[in-house]
């Protein structure tokens, strides 16, 4: 299609290439809303759901430490359990931006977006 414009060929090839990332991105925002993670502290007492953004959807609190001499421990465990659930969601978010840079050829370890 470009045979022949040199390296006006590469740069229209170039534009193509980023806007073909541009979507991807812009799609995997979207999925990252769609994808659950959950965190916990514990030893499962405590359970924090989020989206792979990072937004908080749901806790579950286990009724065994549900006593007022446990109010501490369980603020702590929340508290915990939030920390847990953010990590795994930055890890997975940075997953999933890894493989979009994998599929368009981008080199191992190259930070999406630029």
């Known amino acids: ?5 040199g390296q006006f060929g590469d740069m229209a090839k170039l534009m193509k290439q980023a806007q073909e990332m541009q ?12 994808i659950e993670v ?15 953004k990072g937004k908080i ?3 579950k609190i286990d009724e065994k430490i549900l006593m007022p001499s446990e109010k501490e421990v369980i603020e702590d465990l ?4 939030i920390a847990d659930v953010q ?6 978010e940075k997953e999933e931006m890894s493989n979009i840079g994998e599929s368009m ?6 930070k999406l977006p630029f």
């Open 1 to 5: 299609m470009f045979k022949g414009l």
């Open 23 to 34: 979507t991807k991105m812009v799609n995997m925002q979207d999925q990252l809303d769609n």
């Open 38 to 52: 959950w965190g916990e502290a514990g030893a499962g007492l405590v359970k924090v759901k989020s989206n792979a």
């Open 57 to 59: 959807t749901a806790l």
């Open 78 to 81: 929340i508290v915990a359990a």
């Open 87 to 92: 990590s795994k969601a930055a890890a997975r």
């Open 105 to 110: 050829g981008l080199p191992p370890g190259m």
